[in-house]
């Protein structure tokens, strides 16, 4: 365990040693206050417009529900924006140790495979976990201007946490597999994409590969967080799928030690 610590708390600093984080975390608070600016602008003109035709048709104002309309458009834009983000906070976790030399000294120390995979990935996960932090700024103001429903932001987050975890697990597996920086980048964001779109691509299909696509698309599981509802399915496919790739990047490099043997 003290060996895991020490790996997490050396990757955790490395981030901040180089501008990566700085700009990454940037751009996410830049792009999410945006989609947060558009959201409420837009919100707030839809409310004008049910006062002002209330008040023509001489009825009650219609109700506008900001989880619904606000929060939850929110929530699926910064799930857009991670998925883009995320490959440029994995893509050097192992490709810069092998474009260093130090990945044959990771591979030949004490420490095990298992150990500094899981510190490569919560390092990039907590750090992930800061980001959407910051963000609770955007939902402390609807709280201040507004009465939303705690629940579902809670829930909405939970599952941005987790949808997180999955892209981290997607890019530290390939970032295992080349010491090309750009290239772990590429690859990532390539196969978030493919992702994404098995969603999209479940519309135009029968039910039965529909069913499918949709199971297997991460960001499918994360619409009934974003309504406020935490299924057990969803946590066992978010946990499942960010295991497998925790696990696909422990063999990668189990394989690269036993190459290094011969």
């Known amino acids: 365990m003290r060996k895991y610590l020490a790996l997490f708390e050396r990757e955790l600093k490395s981030y901040f040693v180089s501008p990566v984080a700085y700009v990454i975390i940037g751009f996410f608070l830049a792009f999410s206050g945006l989609f947060f600016y558009n959201v409420v602008t837009w919100f707030d003109r839809m409310s004008m417009q049910s006062m002002m035709q209330s008040q023509y048709y001489r009825q009650a104002p219609q109700p506008m529900n900001v989880n619904?309309?606000?929060?939850?458009?929110?929530?699926?834009?910064?799930?857009?924006?991670?998925?883009?983000?995320?490959?440029?906070?994995?893509?050097?976790?192992?490709?810069?140790?092998?474009?260093?030399?130090?990945?044959?000294?990771?591979?030949?120390?004490?420490?095990?495979?298992?150990?500094?995979?899981?510190?490569?990935?919560t390092s990039a996960w907590v750090l992930f976990g800061v980001m959407l932090a910051l963000t609770l700024v955007y939902q402390g103001l609807l709280f201040i201007?507004?009465?939303?429903?705690?629940?579902?932001?809670?829930?909405?987050?939970?599952?941005?946490?987790?949808?997180?975890?999955?892209?981290?697990?997607?890019?530290?597996?390939?970032?295992?597999f080349t010491e090309?920086?750009?290239?772990?980048?590429?690859?990532?964001?390539?196969?978030?994409?493919?992702?994404?779109?098995?969603?999209?691509?479940?519309?135009?299909?029968?039910?039965?590969l529909s069913k499918i696509l949709s199971q297997v698309s991460p960001i499918e599981h994360f619409d009934d967080f974003a309504k406020g509802v935490v299924?057990?399915?969803?946590?066992?496919?978010?946990?499942?799928?960010?295991?497998g790739g925790i696990f696909l990047t422990y063999v990668s490099l189990e394989s690269s030690r036993w190459r290094g043997s011969r």
């Open 68 to 121: 619904m309309m606000a929060i939850r458009p929110l929530l699926s834009n910064i799930a857009v924006i991670a998925l883009f983000l995320i490959p440029g906070l994995t893509m050097r976790l192992l490709a810069e140790e092998k474009r260093q030399g130090t990945m044959e000294l990771l591979l030949t120390s004490p420490v095990t495979n298992w150990q500094t995979t899981l510190a490569k990935f």
């Open 180 to 208: 090309n920086q750009i290239i772990a980048f590429v690859a990532a964001l390539a196969t978030n994409l493919i992702l994404l779109s098995l969603g999209w691509l479940s519309n135009f299909t029968g039910p039965t």
């Open 145 to 176: 201007f507004g009465k939303p429903e705690l629940g579902p932001i809670l829930s909405g987050y939970l599952g941005l946490f987790l949808l997180g975890g999955s892209f981290i697990a997607v890019g530290l597996l390939f970032s295992s």
């Open 231 to 243: 299924d057990t399915q969803h946590l066992v496919f978010y946990v499942s799928f960010i295991f």
